[in-house]
């Protein structure tokens, strides 16, 4: 019985990969491609992928969104299983600033048949949060996965579109180790590393953070 979280060996990592639902062809493919772009690291790992789609699943949003697509695996694992929850007027908006990438994205996004379900927008993640504030509708679920520098912006916003009851999800909390690093920190991992704290701090969200890939935080506006 251990007391703590164990470090990750090649070993363990692999036993750990072995007990995840089987990962879609789909997602096996997008991954080959990712491999051959520039940038592959900013990919979340699978089993970061289907961890959310299980999420997805307990949540059941009818209206998420994402912001930072990049090639699509976190995208089309969540649109994945709001495919297999068959319900109606379900919607994913995500938005990616780099063109290309939303290109093979969109690519596979239409392969997987989720035309109806997934919405992908070339642009700014501020741009992108104003339409769904001058929407003024609720959101079930968001995912924060964009440049870290707007990481305080996105999720404040994001918590202001979020029901009670809702979910954040943000991505690489843990900056490959560097919000532990003491010494001359970056100005962009001393905001999120307050970030971090400050979430953590609030009453009126209860949050926890899981060492999956580079770190995910979960938060729960109460």
């Known amino acids: 019985m251990g007391n703590k979280t164990l470090p990750l060996s090649a070993a363990t990592l692999g036993y ?3 007990q995840l639902s089987p990962e879609p062809n789909i997602l096996t493919q997008l991954r080959a491609v990712t491999a051959t772009q520039e940038g592959p690291h900013l990919q979340i790992s ?8 299980l999420l997805i699943k307990l ?3 009818k209206l998420a969104i994402e912001l930072g697509t990049y090639t699509g695996y976190s995208l089309l694992s969540m649109g994945l299983a709001l495919q297999e929850l068959a319900e109606t007027g379900v919607k994913l908006h995500s938005c990616e600033r780099h063109a290309p990438s939303a290109e093979i994205a969109q690519r ?3 392969q997987a048949g989720l035309d109806d379900i997934v919405e992908i927008t070339v642009g700014t993640a501020t741009d992108f949060l104003t339409r769904f ?8 679920l968001a995912f ?3 440049d870290i520098r ?7 916003r994001c918590l202001k579109l ?13 900056m490959n180790g560097e919000v532990t690093e003491t010494d001359d920190k970056k100005e962009k991992i001393k905001a999120l590393d307050k970030l971090n704290r400050d979430i953590v701090q609030d009453p009126t969200v209860t949050s926890a953070a899981i060492p999956i890939g580079d770190g995910v935080l979960l938060v729960f506006k109460n």
Request: aromatic letters at 12%.
């Open 150 to 156: 707007g990481y305080p912006e996105y999720y404040a």
């Open 162 to 174: 979020l029901r009670p009851g809702g979910l954040i999800i943000l991505d690489n909390i843990f």
């Open 144 to 146: 924060i996965d964009a």
């Open 59 to 61: 949540m059941r949003p």
């Open 133 to 140: 504030e001058e929407a003024d509708t609720p959101v079930d």
């Open 108 to 110: 596979f996004v239409t």
């Open 46 to 53: 699978p089993e970061q992928g289907r961890f959310m789609a």
């Open 16 to 18: 750990l990969q072995d």
